[in-house]
């Protein structure tokens, strides 16, 4: 083994040796460090005494931090800086000669000025790139490890995936969304069936046909995976369909700049009107992070509240919303595939849109069953998987 992975990080994760420090220097107050491929990185002193790693600064066990950010002083300084026989950049700093080491591959990772690292890209997709969601088959209905991280990565760039010849067991969806997250439950069914019997009188589920929509954007955050199991489909209709709201979002954006404007600005109320719970969220329908790029769409047709604007901006509001939702159920963007019994459809509730065609309850039964787990919970399971096909290839 590489004796610099005996230089410790952080945090508990494997860091490959790629790139070494050939020299360091001090400048005024930053260090200065050469990689081996001729890049240089910029350390401020701060950032750098903040990250100490030794027992004093980190507990080893939590991975939390010991030391006080208030107890660094704002002055400090870098008394002398070299590289040890391990290739850990050694720092010995001003005031109290504290002596910090580094992993050089942990800290090529975190320098912030180099370009960002192969982080999974997210694909925009409309109908022309696909007719069905993309697929895995599965052995024996054995989910394994392997495939479930290609299920999970695909859903992070597609935000859709779907998982083939699996059983109709009523379990399966709980014991598979298990495998990724702690369940996210909401005001309704922990899990949820949705089911219509071919025989029955009172049908309790509807069997008409579902505008592309997103689920519970009633709530503040509204769960960011769906999972959902298609257990019986003998009756005749009820294609499924998926819409990527993201696609549609950056196409407005340059086709309709003045909707844009509106769908990013405008906030519209989601409401469970039907009681006893009250639940109401008001949020735009395309929601943009820090670098202006959607992180969800909001969009429950059936559960929108009266808008909430001014008289004269009610034509361009009513405008915008139309225009997405004319997108989202076009045949240029949503793709319509049947659901069969044994097919587990996972998707990114807060980017893709669903919905379902109209079905002939008398013609056959059919049942799903879904639930959510959350995003955050999805990305760590694929941390998780990535750093341990790492730490098998250093063995
Ligand atoms: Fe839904
Ligand atoms: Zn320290």
Redesign the pocket.
Known sequence: MNSINTVPTPDNLYWPPRKSITSVQIKHKSVITQWSDNQHSTFHPIWLRDNCCCEKCLNFITREHLLDLRDIPLDIRPESVNIDEQGALVVTWSGDGHISRYNPSWLFAHSTDKNAENSVEKLLWDASDFSEPPSFKTVDGLINEELLYKALQTTLRFGMVRLRGLTTDKSLVEKFALRVGPIRETHFDRIFDVISKANSDTLANTSHY?AA?T?IPTRESPPGIQILHCRIAEAKGGHSTLTDGFKIAKDIEKEFPHHYETLIKTKWCYANRAGPTDYRWEAPTIGLDDQDEPFEVRLLPFSRAPLKARYEDMDDIYAALRCFMEKANSTQYQIKFPFKAGDLIMFDNRRIL?GRGEFYPKTGDRALRGTYVERDDMMSKIREYEQKLLKESKE
């Open positions: 579902l929509h689920d669903h």
